[in-house]
């Protein structure tokens, strides 16, 4: 970024996730990579506009154990311990989401390491229920792991995880960026992104706010949210 647009940009890594709550909070970054819920906020609340969107969506599923005859749809759930990575994690939040009423939602396990140990969590008995992102539970699980499980729910798809430019960031600054990080595995910056989030993406996408529009809700004005 620094040699395409001709002026200093400095990656700066979080020290923990107070530290980016508050930061982003006070707006203190131009270029963020991140999940459609924290893209959404800004947008709504802090005037940045989306630029960039990684192929394909995010979407989760919550699951039980197939022998339990006393779980076998979402309200089953109500006051029953659910694995998941904690929140703001987006899987978790589409918990929330799926269970309006504070009153009668599940109680969420936090578990930290990712999906692989909030599915080891599930199966070793801390929880009744367990949400997973549908790829991982598609190809990360083995079929027998799949098989003693029963999918009670599947979020809506949502857009991946993008980029958003605050609004210090100019038009044309913007268009570079676009241009540049869209070009995809034919620069080395966005190899390893691409790698890690991105699947077998070989390139982000342009993307507009309206990608984004409603999933600020997700963590605005809710008991867990900001």
């Given at each position: 970024?620094?040699?395409?647009?001709?002026?200093?940009?400095?990656?700066?890594?979080?020290?923990?996730?107070?530290?980016?709550?508050?930061?982003?909070?006070?707006?203190?970054?131009?270029?963020?990579?991140?999940?459609?819920?924290?893209?959404?906020?800004?947008?709504?609340?802090?005037?940045?506009?989306?630029?960039?969107?990684?192929?394909?969506?995010?979407?989760?599923?919550?699951?039980?154990?197939?022998?339990?005859?006393?779980?076998?749809?979402?309200?089953?759930?109500?006051?029953?311990?659910?694995?998941?990575?904690?929140?703001?994690?987006?899987?978790?939040?589409?918990?929330?989401?799926?269970?309006?009423?504070?009153?009668?939602?599940?109680?969420?396990?936090?578990?930290?390491?990712?999906?692989?140990?909030?599915?080891?969590?599930?199966?070793?008995?801390?929880?009744?229920?367990?949400?997973?992102?549908?790829?991982?539970?598609?190809?990360?699980?083995?079929?027998?792991?799949?098989?003693?499980?029963?999918?009670?729910?599947?979020?809506?798809?949502?857009?991946?995880?993008?980029?958003?430019?605050?609004?210090?960031?100019?038009?044309?600054?913007?268009?570079?960026?676009?241009?540049?990080?869209?070009?995809?595995?034919?620069?080395?910056?966005?190899?390893?992104?691409?790698?890690?989030?991105?699947?077998?993406?070989?390139?982000?996408?342009?993307?507009?706010?309206?990608?984004?529009?409603?999933y600020y809700k997700l963590i605005q004005g809710v008991i867990f949210g900001w």
């Amino acid at each position: 970024m620094t040699e395409v647009l001709g002026e200093t940009v400095t990656y700066e890594r979080p020290k923990n996730w107070l530290a980016y709550q508050r930061d982003m909070r006070t707006d203190k970054y131009d270029i963020v990579f991140d999940g459609p819920h924290f893209i959404s906020w800004r947008v709504q609340n802090k005037k940045h506009q989306t630029v960039l969107k990684l192929p394909g969506s995010l979407q989760f599923v919550i699951i039980a154990n197939k022998d339990d005859d006393k779980v076998n749809e979402l309200d089953d759930l109500i006051g029953k311990k659910i694995c998941g990575i904690p929140p703001p994690n987006l899987g978790t939040l589409t918990v929330y989401d799926a269970y309006k009423h504070p009153a009668r939602q599940p109680v969420i396990v936090p578990i930290r390491g990712g999906f692989k140990k909030v599915f080891k969590g599930f199966e070793t008995g801390k929880c009744k229920g367990a949400v997973l992102r549908t790829t991982f539970y598609a190809k990360k699980l083995s079929e027998e792991q799949r098989a003693t499980t029963k999918v009670l729910y599947k979020s809506p798809a949502m857009t991946n995880q993008g980029i958003s430019v605050s609004s210090r960031v100019k038009p044309e600054a913007r268009k570079i960026i676009v241009e540049t990080i869209a070009r995809g595995d034919r620069i080395p910056a966005t190899k390893n992104i691409l790698a890690r989030f991105g699947g077998k993406a070989k390139a982000f996408k342009a993307a507009t706010d309206s990608d984004y529009a409603e999933y600020y809700k997700l963590i605005q004005g809710v008991i867990f949210g900001w």
